[in-house]
């Protein structure tokens, strides 16, 4: 069994910053890679940043510059905006001991509000 739990959402004012974290738990041989999404009400997930076993990086257009996310599954997220609001997923496909097939996970979520 594995599990992914996100900390570190919360309320924050324009321009400032939050670190949220992703744990993984269970029985892990490896990560190959893991993703943050985030979602507000009425739209679809979106995408905002991955990362590889490698280390290599991609973000959406609208967080390039603010955000980071690292190989300890962290996404530091600066000069935070209102549009930022939504709750934030992390997602890891992860190999477990006796298997060599990764598969997909996911956290629960935790929220983000950026307002003043």
């Known amino acids: 069994q594995v599990q992914l739990v996100e900390s570190g959402g919360g309320l924050v004012q324009p321009g400032g910053s939050l670190r949220l974290s992703c744990a993984a738990r269970g029985s892990i041989l490896r990560i190959n890679a893991m993703r943050w999404y985030r979602q507000t009400p009425g739209k679809e997930r979106e995408l905002v940043a991955a990362i590889t076993n490698g280390g290599i990086t991609d973000y959406a257009d609208s967080v390039k510059g603010r955000f980071i996310i690292s190989r300890d599954r962290s996404l530091q997220m600066n000069s935070l905006k209102p549009e930022d609001t939504a709750v934030y997923y992390c997602?890891?496909?992860?190999?477990?001991?006796?298997?060599?097939?990764?598969?997909?996970?996911w956290g629960q979520g935790t929220q983000v509000t950026v307002s003043s």
């Open positions: 997602n890891a496909d992860i190999v477990q001991y006796g298997s060599s097939i990764a598969n997909v996970y």
